[in-house]
Structure formats: structure tokens, C-alpha cells
T-cell receptor, first 109, second 117 residues
Framework: SQQGEEDPQALSIQEGENATMNCSYK?????LQWYRQNSGRGLVHLIL?????REKHSGRLRVTLDTSKKSSSLLITASRAADTASYFC?????????FGAGTQVVVTP | GAGVSQSPSNKVTEKGKDVELRCDPI?????LYWYRQSLGQGLEFLIY????????KSGLPSDRFSAERTGGSVSTLTIQRTQQEDSAVYLC???????????????FGQGTRLTVV
């Protein structure tokens, strides 16, 4: 079973635009993480936000977390063609990591 | 090693055969995860090992699937009597996460692409 659900399933934008994707989950968590996947193979960790944090930034990434609504958002600012990938949220409940279905982002030059 | 290593990277097997997939986690990582990803889909949780604790096997889809982790390091995922629906990419990840130290990221291997014909 999957803990998180991402929205939208797919997103197509032009370079320079911002990309926003959302994640909803069901159970209590210690933290929520976002990962990126290129070409259907290994995932790369992007950012982690703890359950007592509401917002976190890392370079062009901004993550928010609303534990009352059990939701998170990932914003990629000033997108580049190299940002084309699938993005997954993952909830960490006492070390057990569960992933959502992902958002496929395509950034066109 | 420098990262999580999975072998083989690709495996084609005949329906009904057994297969073993191997994962070498990052040295010192106590947590190890197996996931399955079908084409264009999300990651389906299979099993989670944490130190010497009993593994969380709640994601294994049937009793044809089993996994072990020897010596708290290398893990093997075994699929018996493979079926065509078992075709997918099997991903392994490890992390430093443990009950007294949460909030750590997971590092993924490149996966094993299993094709059952």
C-alpha cells in the first residue's frame, strides 16, 4: 500500500516557471521527505522536513508541511530543463519509509 | 562501498523459476528497505529491516516473496515460482535511521529490473 498521494500526477511547464506539487498522507509521521527519480531507476533525496517544522528551503526548493491537514507541498522555482524527472514524497513513521505515486514533471526549454 | 549496490542490474527469467536479488547497503546503515516499482508507477513498499529487530514484512505481496538480511548487512530478496506480474524494478535503500536517531535520508541503489517471460 502507498501512504502518500501526489497531486498532480503530471505537470508540464516551461523553463523559468515555478512547479508546485502536493502530497497528502494518512498516518502520523516523524518527517516527510521528497525524492527525485530520473529514468525509472534509483531515487535521490532532495529535502527532509520534520513534523515540528512548517517550511524549509534548499536552493530552488521550498517545502511546506501542514500536519493538521496531513499534507505537504514542494515548490521548484525558476525551473530548468534538467529538473525534468519524477518527484516522490515519502513519509517516515518511526523509520519506515513509504512513498506516494509521484508527480512526473516535464520542463521544456 | 560508496553507495548502495544492487545485483544483478537486469534479470530475465522464465515463469515459474525462482530468482534472488541482492542488495549491499552502505556500511554502517542499520535500516534497509525493499521496494517494487512497476512501469510509470510509484514505489510499493515490500519489507523494512531495522537493526536486529524483526523485519516489517507487511508489504510482501504473497508468500512467494521473502527476504533476509545476514549479519545486519547484505540483504537478499527471493521470489519463488515467478509470475509475469512480478516483472518490475526492485529497489533497495538503506539509511542510518534507527529508533534513537530518526530524521535521516535514505540512499537508493540503481535497482534490479526483473522481467518474467
Amino acid at each position: 500500500s502507498q501512504q502518500g498521494e501526489e497531486d498532480p500526477q503530471a505537470l508540464s511547464i516551461q523553463e523559468g516557471e515555478n512547479a508546485t506539487m502536493n502530497c497528502s498522507y494518512k498516518t502520523s509521521i516523524n518527517n516527510l521527505q521528497w525524492y527525485r527519480q530520473n529514468s525509472g531507476r534509483g531515487l535521490v533525496h532532495l529535502i527532509l522536513i520534520r513534523s515540528n517544522e512548517r517550511e524549509k528551503h534548499s536552493g530552488r526548493l521550498r517545502v511546506t508541511l501542514d500536519t493538521s491537514k496531513k499534507s505537504s507541498s514542494l515548490l521548484i522555482t525558476a525551473s530548468r530543463a534538467a529538473d525534468t524527472a519524477s518527484y516522490f514524497c515519502a513519509t517516515d513513521s518511526w523509520g519506515k519509509l513509504q512513498f506516494g505515486a509521484g508527480t512526473q514533471v516535464v520542463v521544456t526549454p | 562501498g560508496a553507495g548502495v549496490s544492487q545485483s544483478p542490474s537486469n534479470k530475465v527469467t522464465e515463469k515459474g523459476k525462482d530468482v534472488e536479488l541482492r542488495c549491499d547497503p552502505i556500511s554502517g546503515h542499520t535500516a534497509l528497505y525493499w521496494y517494487r516499482q512497476s512501469l510509470g508507477q510509484g514505489l510499493e513498499f515490500l519489507i523494512y529491516f531495522q537493526g536486529n529487530s524483526a523485519p516489517d514484512k507487511s508489504g510482501l505481496p504473497s508468500d512467494r516473496f521473502s527476504a533476509e538480511r545476514t549479519g545486519g548487512s547484505v540483504s537478499t530478496l527471493t521470489i519463488q515460482r515467478t509470475q509475469q506480474e512480478d516483472s518490475a524494478v526492485y529497489l533497495c535503500a538503506s539509511s542510518l535511521s534507527r529508533p534513537e536517531k530518526l530524521n535521516t535520508e535514505a540512499f537508493f541503489g540503481q535497482g534490479t529490473r526483473l522481467t518474467v517471460v
